[in-house]
T-cell receptor, first 114, second 112 residues
Framework: ETGVTQTPRHLVMGMTNKKSLKCEQH?????MYWYKQSAKKPLELMFV???????ENNSVPSRFSPECPNSSHLFLHLHTLQPEDSALYLC?????????????FGNGTRLTVT | EDKVVQSPLSLVVHEGDTVTLNCSYE??????LLWYKQEKKAPTFLFML????IEKKSGRLSSILDKKELFSILNITATQTGDSAIYLC????????????FGQGTTLQVKP
């Protein structure tokens, strides 16, 4: 148990489906992140929320839509995805800025787009 | 463009060996460098380094930062099969709203 819980663990969806990834942190942190991890590529930051306000949107296509209703929960809404979006999606949280507070990661959702 | 490069990309050793993993970086307004270990799923935090020349140690793992030459090393002594994982290096830059810039990772396999 990492303190950051992601569901589902695995997800297979067609290109026309709509689904959501969920992340919950039990660490009392106030910043949350979505990262994408593809094979043989560095982790890519997608979104950052600090105190429930989006502070970073790293040129992510609009078919990915984040939502942060409170400091403990983070969602990633998915629609009309492409096969190249298949990857491990990792959620992370930190206490304050990542300047001096290491990120704590969840176990990720393994997404396959068919 | 900010970047982080790790080497080697993969490494196979036998139990008991000592390994050194490298991480070099080019970023503007460097703030800190972090090492993570990723086994199956969640990367787990190992070290955060902000000052040059000060070694951080945790059991058989240690790491040091050289801000002049822009690199860090992660040492693992007396390796065990449980050390098999992907080791990720990431750098925080204050010019990027504090986001972590990750390297590609080094995949370490420790054989019995």
């Amino acid at each position: 148990e990492t303190g950051v819980t992601q569901t589902p663990r695995h997800l297979v969806m067609g290109m026309t489906n709509k689904k959501s990834l969920k992340c919950e942190q039990h660490l009392g942190h106030n910043a949350m992140y979505w990262y994408k991890q593809s094979a043989k590529k560095p982790l890519e930051l997608m979104f950052v929320y600090s105190l429930e306000e989006r502070v970073e949107n790293n040129s992510v296509p609009s078919r990915f839509s984040p939502e942060c209703p409170n400091s403990s929960h983070l969602f990633l809404h998915l629609h009309t995805l492409q096969p190249e979006d298949s990857a491990l999606y990792l959620c992370a949280s930190s206490l304050g800025s990542s300047y001096n507070s290491p990120l704590h990661f969840g176990n990720g959702t393994r997404l396959t787009v068919t | 463009e900010d970047k982080v490069v790790q080497s080697p990309l993969s490494l196979v050793v036998h139990e008991g060996d000592t390994v050194t993993l490298n991480c070099s970086y080019e970023v503007t307004n460097f703030r800190s460098l972090l090492w993570y270990k990723q086994e199956k799923k969640a990367p787990t935090f190992l070290f955060m380094l902000t000052s040059s020349g000060i070694e951080k140690k945790s059991g058989r793992l240690s790491s040091i930062l050289d801000k002049k030459e822009l690199f860090s090393i992660l040492n693992i002594t007396a390796t065990q099969t449980g050390d098999s994982a992907i080791y990720l290096c990431a750098v925080v830059s204050s010019s990027n709203t504090g986001k972590l810039i990750f390297g590609q990772g080094t995949t370490l396999q420790v054989k019995p």
